[in-house]
């Protein structure tokens, strides 16, 4: 996790930043006039960016997407106190691809470029997408609902599938399209941070990609089943298992340094 911080070190990678909340922003805002949960989101076809730029730009797209699903809001006249959790979900919604990718132990050092050449890495990709997506929509449901706005149910089940769709659908041809043009201009993030910064993976990091996946696949179903059964916010045990997964998504990261 190291480079999410000392990437502000690095001129090029504060321009992927800046281009990539950019460009976020200013698909999402457009669609805010097509509400799902009023104030809360929207059909959002510019959720095809945080899990493809995450491969290309890494911390830069984490970066990037949080800032840029924040400008949505302030924008798009639905900034409020859980644009908090939103920038903490999109920021998990481009920063698990990346780090997973690398992390999962699936691909073999020398296939790690994702450039979805070969049935593997397009599986691959396609989890990681489901995966982010479910992360990003668990973190927002559960601090939506903290905050008692919207019941976890809602959220927990609208932002995945909405997030989904995007990043497995319009994500990937735009990761087979442009990532040969990312790598040949060297924007690529491995080949942007220096070697020094790079993150050296290990049992650490492996054991944090799996304490992420066993977060999102075991707490978001348990959570939603709850929350359907009981109904309303801020029912505890709907809390519990949703921050369970929330923390342990964070905790996750933590570990892949």
């Known amino acids: 996790m190291k480079e999410v911080f000392t990437m502000w070190k690095s001129t090029k990678m504060i321009v992927l930043t800046a281009l990539t909340a950019a460009i976020y922003a200013a698909i999402l805002i457009p669609f805010k006039a097509i509400p799902l949960v009023p104030g809360f989101t ?24 949080a800032i840029g699903n924040t400008l949505g809001d302030i924008f798009g006249s639905s900034f409020g106190v859980g644009s908090l959790f939103g920038f903490v979900g999109n920021f998990l919604f481009a920063y698990i691809p990346y780090k997973l990718w690398n992390n999962l132990g699936i691909l073999k050092p020398e296939e790690q470029s994702p450039d979805l050449k070969g049935a593997k890495k397009i599986v691959l990709y396609m989890v990681l997408a489901i ?15 903290l905050l008692g706005f919207v019941p976890f149910s809602v959220l927990g089940t609208i932002i995945p599938i909405n997030n989904g769709i995007a990043a497995c659908v319009l ?8 990532f040969p043009r990312i790598k040949k201009w060297d924007l690529y993030w491995r080949d942007v941070i220096p070697e020094a910064d790079l993150p050296k993976g290990g049992p650490i990091a492996r054991i944090g990609a799996w304490v992420m996946v066993a977060s999102i696949v075991i707490c978001l179903p348990i959570a939603l089943v709850l929350a359907y059964r009981i109904g309303g ?6 809390m519990i298992v949703a921050g369970i997964g929330s923390i342990g998504c964070l905790v996750g990261g933590i570990l892949q340094i």
């Open 233 to 238: 916010t801020q029912a505890p045990a709907v």
């Open 42 to 65: 929207e059909v959002r076809p510019g959720n095809m960016i945080p899990v493809a730029f995450g491969l290309f730009f890494g911390p830069a797209a984490a970066w990037g997407a």
């Open 131 to 145: 995966l982010a997506s479910a992360a990003c929509g668990i973190f927002i449901a559960w601090g939506v609902d």
């Open 171 to 178: 994500g990937f041809i735009l990761t087979i399209l442009l």
